[in-house]
Every structure is written in C-alpha cells, then in structure tokens.
C-alpha cells in the first residue's frame, strides 16, 4: 500500500495560507505555488534511492551518497499544474517535462481528455503527477491510468489542496501511488469545489478568471 503525506512544515502552511486569500493577484499567486511545489517536491523526494559514489576533493579522495540514477519526469495535469513545474525543475532541472491535458465536464464533473504529449521514456522514469487540487479525484485518477498504460510503474502525485472526497478517490483508484498534500480541506461543495479551498487555480495562476 502506497502512502499519503500531508505535510506539516510551517513554510507550507504559511504560503497556503496566503494564496487562499481573495486578494492575493496574479503574479504573487503565481509566483507562491510555485513555491510551494518545490517545498512539497522536497518532501517527495525524500525516498529516492541512493549509491556511493567515489570523487576527489581539493584535498582527497572521498566516497559521497548520489541519486542512483533514476531518470525523472514531471507530467502537470493541465492546464493549472503548469503552475507547479518550475518549482519542481528547480530541484530536478535534469527532469523530463510531460504534459497531459483534461478538463472537468461542467454537467458531470467527469474528466475529459485532449492532450497527451509524454517523454518517450517515461516508462523507465520516476514520474511525479502534479496539480494544485484534488477536488472530486476524478481527473487525477484518469491521468495517472493514462500513464499506467503508456508503461509507467513508478508513479506519485503531488497536489497543493486537497478535499477528502478526491483524495479517497485517488486512493482507491490507485493503491500503489504516493499521495503528497500541502493541506486537506474540510469538503467539497455542491459545484465540486473545494472548501474553503482556494476558488479556480487555473484562473488565478494565468489571470483568467
């Protein structure tokens, strides 16, 4: 059974905090998720594998821990995870980006999908799903069985807010992913929206709304 992290760490809850504001624009909401991903790709990480390495210092030879070479890639859902994937390279620049495109059918909050564009080798890669909400689960389940029959096997999501109804979603659609959350909201609404949530993140990441 995969896990599922709800993270803790005062800078997190501290930028969350901001970005729920109303008032909070465009660019300092923007720049706030972006943030906030990389501290949540920290957290993420943690259990990426390791090798000895050995190097020469200015002074000597020494043996120091290294990623054992699994090749990344980061695969926002789109369009509102685009907003979390410069934060992400910023701690793995060498990561493949993949993109996969679904929408939310207004009627019935199922996901649609009309892009799927991934690296070539994604199959071998570590590949970490990302999207600002998990509201009803439904387009994060869908994209990550997308990728499962495309061949990828190591698989985690990451997700800034999240409500109860989509996070057990996920989990019971996809026991064997890891599930990061930067906080886990009270519930979702008759509209399928987060609360209290943020409102639309697409709109206030790209000044749409």
Known sequence: MAKVVIMDHPLIKHKIGY??????????????VSEIAM???YEATRDLELSDVTIKTPICETTVKELKGKKMAIIPILRAGLGMVDGVLELIP????????????PETHKPVEYYCKLPEDCGEREVFVVDPMLATGGS?????????????KNIHF??????PEGLEVLK???????IY??????????????????GDAGDRIFGTK
């Not at 970005?19 to 706030?32: A, C, P, S, V, W």
């Open 19 to 32: 970005i729920r504001r109303e008032e909070t624009g465009t660019k300092d909401f923007r720049q706030t």
């Open 39 to 41: 501290l949540i790709c």
């Open 94 to 105: 060498a990561a493949k980006v993949g993109h996969i495109g679904l929408y939310r059918d």
């Open 140 to 152: 994060a389940a869908a994209a990550i069985s997308m990728l499962k029959d495309k061949g990828c």
């Open 158 to 163: 990451m997700c800034i807010i999240a409500a």
């Open 172 to 178: 019971e659609a996809h026991p064997d992913v890891d």
């Open 181 to 198: 959350v930067g906080a886990l909201d009270e519930k979702l609404n008759e509209h399928a929206y987060i609360v209290p949530g943020l």
